[in-house]
């Protein structure tokens, strides 16, 4: 019997989202008390059964906590459209088939990021203190966050591959989704202590992309250079002030580098090498 309730109270927390919605504060209590029962029988096992090692509770209900969240990411994943468009109150044409397949946007991933946070937030705010008993061995926030980020990682890094040769969107678009993925890292994986050692993979998924926006900028570079070089002969060489011993042209055309050279600090690339590659590369367009 005893066998019976453990495992009847591991099914019932491995779908918690389920069977204790956050929005009702009665379930969340009953939550509280599903944990404190596994405890309970952890105690009983351990000094009435005397059982060596019978199951820890925390480690039960860190079990049970990263098999829900898998199956929610899964959720999320397979019906992105339907839940954005409930939760944000937001029309969206799925004749389009804006989906992690579609080639020719990037919307969906942006949508999931929004979708995965909100639920990374809940189990901060919502389950968190419920299920944060055992502090020094279970903190659901960080479970949450690892989990969606994993998944969330594998899904994205497949699906720019798929992007590499064709690059079928605009490079702008990449660069959003890249500053969408920094600032998804930076706000609740950075912190959690299985990454804080660990240097981010996901600038390399978008190195090809951001090489690709360089390329582009390059011959932008060289179009404003040429043009700006005709203007000024037509205008004879005109000094942009009495102060300056340069041309208005040849100031904007350093300032459109400059701008360049800003977006990629904004970067922060926490990979010194791709940083490094980005920075040779633009070197090469001021050269």
């Given at each position: 019997?005893?066998?019976?309730?453990?495992?009847?109270l591991?099914?019932s927390l491995s779908?918690?989202?389920n069977?204790?919605p956050?929005s009702?504060n009665?379930?969340?209590?009953?939550?509280?008390?599903?944990?404190d029962?596994?405890t309970s029988?952890?105690?009983?096992?351990m000094k009435?059964q005397?059982l060596?090692?019978?199951?820890?509770?925390?480690?039960?209900?860190?079990?049970c906590?990263?098999a829900?969240?898998?199956?929610?990411?899964q959720?999320l994943y397979?019906?992105?459209n339907?839940l954005?468009s409930?939760?944000y109150?937001?029309?969206?044409?799925t004749?389009?088939?804006?989906n992690?397949?579609?080639?020719?946007s990037?919307?969906?991933?942006h949508?999931?990021?929004?979708?995965?946070?909100?639920?990374?937030?809940?189990d901060?705010?919502?389950?968190?203190?419920?299920?944060n008993?055992?502090p020094?061995?279970?903190?659901?926030?960080?479970?949450?966050?690892?989990?969606?980020?994993?998944?969330?990682?594998?899904?994205?890094?497949?699906?720019l591959?798929?992007?590499?040769?064709?690059?079928?969107c605009?490079?702008?678009?990449?660069?959003n989704?890249l500053?969408?993925?920094k600032?998804?890292?930076?706000?609740?994986?950075?912190?959690?202590p299985?990454?804080?050692s660990?240097?981010?993979?996901?600038?390399?998924?978008?190195?090809?992309f951001?090489?690709?926006?360089?390329?582009?900028?390059?011959?932008?570079s060289?179009?404003?250079l040429?043009?700006?070089?005709e203007?000024?002969?037509?205008?004879?060489?005109?000094?942009?002030?009495?102060?300056s011993?340069?041309?208005?042209?040849?100031?904007?055309?350093?300032?459109q580098?400059?701008?360049c050279?800003?977006?990629?600090?904004?970067?922060?690339?926490?990979?010194?090498?791709?940083?490094?590659?980005?920075?040779?590369?633009f070197?090469?367009?001021?050269?």
């Amino acid at each position: 019997l005893l066998d019976q309730l453990h495992n009847s109270l591991r099914i019932s927390l491995s779908v918690y989202r389920n069977s204790f919605p956050a929005s009702q504060n009665e379930k969340l209590q009953d939550l509280k008390s599903t944990v404190d029962l596994l405890t309970s029988i952890t105690f009983f096992r351990m000094k009435v059964q005397e059982l060596s090692s019978p199951p820890r509770a925390s480690q039960v209900v860190k079990e049970c906590a990263q098999a829900c969240m898998q199956t929610t990411y899964q959720f999320l994943y397979d019906n992105v459209n339907e839940l954005y468009s409930r939760q944000y109150q937001e029309n969206i044409d799925t004749a389009a088939d804006d989906n992690s397949n579609n080639m020719k946007s990037l919307e969906f991933w942006h949508r999931l990021i929004t979708l995965v946070v909100s639920i990374i937030e809940e189990d901060k705010k919502s389950y968190g203190p419920v299920l944060n008993q055992f502090p020094q061995e279970v903190n659901i926030g960080h479970i949450s966050s690892a989990c969606m980020w994993q998944r969330f990682g594998e899904d994205l890094k497949a699906s720019l591959e798929q992007h590499v040769q064709a690059k079928p969107c605009k490079s702008s678009d990449y660069m959003n989704l890249l500053f969408k993925a920094k600032w998804f890292y930076n706000k609740y994986i950075s912190d959690v202590p299985t990454f804080k050692s660990v240097v981010p993979d996901y600038p390399r998924w978008f190195e090809p992309f951001i090489m690709q926006w360089l390329n582009e900028n390059d011959d932008v570079s060289m179009d404003y250079l040429r043009n700006a070089y005709e203007r000024d002969r037509t205008d004879g060489f005109e000094l942009s002030s009495d102060q300056s011993r340069f041309s208005t042209s040849v100031v904007d055309v350093f300032t459109q580098l400059s701008q360049c050279l800003e977006v990629l600090r904004k970067l922060e690339c926490p990979d010194s090498q791709i940083q490094a590659n980005f920075m040779q590369r633009f070197s090469a367009t001021v050269s």
